[in-house]
């Protein structure tokens, strides 16, 4: 990871050049200033991930500093050092674009907390935008480079998962991208340049399905005529991506669960295991909550694959991409079929907009291709697409409501996942505990419903917290 760049200015050379040791030995390197004239000429030459600043500068104003870097550099967090006197300048400064500020004497340990802080929401600023880029190069699909905010927080989540080595289940319907997020998701990883192997388990003949994932030894069966390596070997050292994995045959599921755990295969016909080095992403449309109380999903090895799940969200609750979308796939099909075709009339996007799109992503490129296939003019017009399909519980709702409906759905998605963890599901949602135990209680949600039981300790420490920040009011 690149070297982190902070400025620092303060008119004290003694304290100047003690922070500059503090923040060297954290890792951070360190640009100091002792006016702030310099500071803003060295922000003109340099792109600095962070500033601090003493409030009282001899001859000039930090607030007047702090505006001057703000104006070449928008996003820039300033911290704010200050007396204890100068607190209300220093609340000032941040109304009027700081970070946040340390009141004199502080320790190295309140320094790094507060600077981690301010640096947490760019880097993920930079990681989200690092893993457009990389979409956008190495695929080319502007699908899921979105703007809609549902595509954000997936995008947000994958940051944080993506380097991990932590098992990952997919939940999406047919269409919407699931193994583009997968190989997302394995190129950002460490296992990046290793090989990402995809498997349909929906595809797989049942008695095909143990050779095809564990390989066999020659003669194991009657048309083993030479070995055959299986796909957990083939995926050693990278990713691989066992696609709608709720089609699995129960008979599978035991012994995918021994390699999962064990991270080991025994290939059919051979009397020894061997070790695979191998991260699983898996993916389904199905409800394998569901699967798991009709008895065609093992409980065992859904707790097991859905160590960190992520939601990919259908085309109808991602409206605001559909735009974007159609005019990427109209510059794609024009090319391939060597058309004159420049857009959509605003008869045809408000048909596309409107539009219930049951299969997803998958299904709008086919109707945008479909039209400039068949069109005779320069623009794309109602007729050129499908009749609009709205289901009874479909149709566009007011904002307000729609984002209500998407929460509530979301939030027992997570703690249904989660067994009704709270800390583990607001992790997963990318929120303050306490926070998501108020976004619980607007919609009368309980994590004991997930559970069958009674609310565990940690729910009833939050109502024991959530009634005295009432009472207090």
């Known amino acids: 990871m690149e070297q982190e760049k902070i400025l620092v200015i303060d008119d004290d050379e003694g304290l100047l050049h003690l922070l500059k040791m503090r923040?060297?030995?954290?890792?951070?390197?360190v640009t100091s200033c002792t006016t702030g004239k310099d500071a803003v000429g060295e922000a003109k030459k340099t792109m600095f991930d962070l500033a601090i600043t003493d409030l009282r500068l001899r001859g000039e104003?930090?607030?007047d500093v702090t505006e001057e870097l703000l104006r070449s550099h928008p996003g820039l967090p300033v911290i704010i050092l200050t007396a204890h006197g100068s607190i209300p300048n220093a609340v000032e400064a941040m109304q009027r674009g700081a970070f946040g500020y340390l009141t004199k004497p502080?320790?190295?340990?309140?320094?790094?907390?507060?600077?981690?802080?301010?640096?947490?929401?760019?880097?993920?600023?930079?990681?989200?935008?690092?893993?457009?880029?990389?979409?956008?190069?190495?695929y080319g699909l502007e699908n899921v480079v979105a703007r809609s905010p549902a595509m954000q927080r997936l995008?947000?989540?994958?940051?944080q998962v993506a380097d991990s080595?932590?098992?990952?289940?997919?939940?999406?319907?047919?269409?919407?991208?699931?193994?583009?997020?997968?190989?997302?998701?394995?190129?950002?990883?460490?296992?990046?340049?290793?090989?990402?192997?995809?498997?349909?388990?929906?595809?797989?003949?049942?008695?095909?399905f143990e050779s095809e994932l564990f390989g066999?030894?020659?003669?194991?069966?009657?048309?083993?005529?030479?070995?055959?390596?299986?796909?957990?070997?083939?995926?050693?050292?990278?990713?691989?991506f066992l696609d709608e994995i709720g089609e699995m045959p129960l008979s599978m599921q035991v012994k995918l669960l021994r390699a999962v755990q064990e991270r080991e295969v025994r290939e059919v016909g051979s009397e020894a295991s061997v070790k695979v080095d191998v991260r699983i992403i898996a993916a389904t449309n199905k409800d394998l909550g569901e699967a798991v109380k009709n008895g065609t999903f093992r409980n065992d090895l859904y707790y097991r694959i859905s160590v960190v799940p992520l939601f990919i969200p259908p085309l109808r609750e991602r409206r605001d991409d559909i735009p974007l979308l159609a005019q990427h796939f109209l510059k794609l099909s024009v090319k391939r079929a060597n058309k004159e075709v420049k857009g959509f009339t605003s008869a045809a996007l408000h048909r596309l907009m409107v539009n219930s799109w049951p299969g997803n992503v998958r299904e709008l490129e086919n109707v945008v291709e479909k039209a400039v296939v068949m069109s005779r003019q320069d623009m794309l017009t109602p007729d050129?697409?499908?009749?609009?399909?709205?289901?009874?519980?479909?149709?566009?709702?007011?904002?307000?409501?729609?984002?209500?409906?998407?929460?509530?759905?979301?939030?027992?998605?997570?703690?249904?996942?989660?067994?009704?963890?709270?800390?583990?599901?607001a992790q997963f949602a990318g929120r303050y505990r306490a926070d998501?135990?108020?976004?619980?209680?607007?919609?009368?949600?309980?994590?004991?419903?997930?559970?069958?039981?009674?609310?565990d300790s940690e729910m009833e420490e939050l109502e024991s917290e959530a009634d005295v920040t009432e009472a207090n009011r």
């Open 436 to 455: 998501f135990y108020k976004m619980l209680r607007k919609y009368g949600l309980h994590p004991s419903t997930t559970k069958g039981g009674k609310p």
């Open 165 to 208: 080595d932590a098992t990952i289940l997919l939940f999406g319907e047919t269409g919407t991208g699931k193994e583009v997020m997968a190989r997302v998701i394995h190129t950002n990883s460490r296992r990046g340049k290793g090989p990402f192997v995809a498997v349909n388990c929906a595809a797989i003949p049942e008695t095909l």
């Open 216 to 240: 066999h030894v020659k003669g194991a069966f009657t048309s083993a005529l030479g070995a055959k390596r299986g796909l957990f070997q083939m995926a050693n050292g990278g990713t691989l």
């Open 61 to 63: 104003d930090g607030l």
């Open 384 to 425: 050129l697409l499908p009749a609009v399909t709205v289901s009874p519980d479909s149709s566009l709702k007011p904002l307000t409501e729609a984002k209500e409906d998407f929460e509530r759905t979301y939030l027992k998605n997570v703690l249904q996942l989660t067994s009704g963890n709270i800390s583990r599901a």
């Open 106 to 138: 502080f320790d190295d340990k309140e320094l790094k907390a507060t600077i981690e802080k301010a640096l947490a929401q760019q880097r993920m600023g930079r990681e989200i935008q690092r893993l457009k880029s990389l979409v956008k190069e190495l």
């Open 23 to 29: 923040l060297s030995a954290m890792g951070f390197g």
């Open 155 to 159: 995008f947000q989540q994958i940051a």
